[in-house]
Nanobody, 124 residues
């Protein structure tokens, strides 16, 4: 079991930046695939960026070149640096975890552990 708590959301203008954090607690000694997902109002949850314990990363096309996922294993904290934000990035952002050495799937259904979410709003 792992518990996740996100922070760092807020309101910014287009072109601005935000850095989201996700603090993990519980069985953090195990290997996890960690991911950031987002869910715009009235839409489904979509994967944004993923990272494994050894540092390998993966990004959705919408995030490539603008978002950076990272982790501080000593602090059990996951980050998402978001630059050049666009109004279409507005959504509730969630961090999630799945046990495993690798991210076998980027589907939300493959992640059993979720945080409560943090809202990101980008105005034009």
């Amino acid at each position: 079991q792992v518990q996740l708590v996100e922070s760092g959301g807020g309101s910014v203008q287009a072109g601005g930046s935000l850095k989201l954090s996700c603090a993990a607690s519980g069985s953090t000694d195990k290997r996890y695939c960690m991911g950031w997902f987002r869910q715009p109002p009235g839409k489904g949850r979509e994967g944004v960026a993923f990272i494994i314990k050894t540092g390998g990363t993966g990004y959705a096309d919408s995030a490539k070149g603008r978002f950076t996922i990272s982790q501080d294993n000593a602090k059990d904290t996951l980050y998402l640096q978001m630059n050049n934000l666009k109004p279409e990035d507005s959504a509730m952002y969630y961090c999630a975890a799945a046990l495993g050495l690798y991210c076998s799937s980027y589907s939300p259904g493959s992640f059993p552990y979720w945080g409560q979410g943090t809202q990101v709003t980008v105005s034009s």
